[in-house]
């Protein structure tokens, strides 16, 4: 039995070492330029479950920027936003990272580039808050850059308001607190691209903003944000770009004010849109006709 212990030992050993070996030896990414296009789906086309959900949809993603994926229920924000992040395959069309097809790039090596935050965090096992968040360090395993584990993980739970859970079991929180704990995880990856399904859908107004301002600052210091959201006075406030979808077809891209038109939205979510401009000067308002 002992010799059965060791072998497994020594086996596990030696399959960490190829691990961390095979770290060392990925491509590790290099600065990203002001302005360079970091992601981009050219022509996509998908189809789920014999429905077409993305037709012919082109996007650039560029560094510096905040970039958010609008439409009502179905338009496709969520299926375009797999689309980057290489959890959905399309039929037609290409989608490149940093200059690449995602094809061309090993799991680490992405993981390296980009950090997704999903709208669905499950975990099976009870792990605490700072184990979730610990989690966004293993691309960096065997590298040099896993010195830096701690102090991004610190970070990252200070700005996203979850410090004080650290040691709380995950499955404990409120939606909200999972939430912040799942974009602490993402933020302490420490990658030029991050790519956020809905990050504000289950937080209140303060949390709302506070992720909004952390992915602006994100941009602000040469990042990408690809960031799906429901609510287009937020998309207004903060996002440098937006992509408009409807029927899985790109209606718009451009800043807010050439996209947020109420005409446009008016049609798009077949709703009356009402966009009035903020009494202190800031962006843009848009509303519900009522």
Do not use: C
Not at 267 to 276: C, G, I
């Amino acid at each position: 039995m002992s010799d059965l212990r060791h072998e497994g030992s020594t086996f596990l050993a030696s399959l960490r070492t190829a691990v961390a070996g095979a770290r060392r030896r990925s491509r590790r990414p290099g600065p990203v330029a002001p302005g360079e296009v970091v992601t981009a789906a050219h022509a996509v086309s998908l189809t789920l479950g014999g429905a077409p959900v993305l037709r012919d949809v082109s996007v650039d993603v560029h560094a510096g920027q905040v970039h958010a994926l609008l439409g009502p229920n179905g338009a496709g924000k969520s299926s375009l936003l797999g689309v980057l992040t290489g959890d959905l395959a399309p039929q037609a069309g290409v989608v490149v990272a940093h200059g690449r097809a995602l094809t061309a790039w090993t799991p680490t090596e992405l993981a390296m580039r980009r950090a997704v935050l999903l709208q669905q965090i499950t975990l099976s096992f009870p792990f605490t808050a700072v184990d979730v968040v610990r989690m966004g360090r293993s691309p960096w395993r065997g590298t040099p850059i896993e010195e830096a584990d701690e102090d991004a993980v610190r970070a990252a739970m200070a700005s996203t308001d979850v410090a004080h859970l650290a040691e709380r079991h995950f499955t404990s929180l409120s939606g909200g607190e999972r939430a912040r704990v799942a974009l602490a995880r993402v933020l302490a990856q420490r990658t030029a691209l991050l790519l956020l399904d809905e990050p504000t859908a289950a937080l209140d107004l303060k949390h709302q903003e506070l992720v909004l301002q952390l992915a602006r600052a994100h941009a602000a210091a040469g990042g990408a944000v690809v960031v799906v959201v429901h609510d287009l006075s937020l998309a207004a406030a903060y996002a440098d770009r937006v992509t408009l979808l409807a029927h899985g077809r790109v209606v718009a891209d451009g800043t807010p004010r050439e996209v947020l038109t109420e005409t446009l939205l008016s049609d798009v979510y077949d709703h009356p849109v009402e966009v009035v401009e903020h009494p202190g000067g800031g962006a843009p308002i848009v509303l519900p006709r009522r």
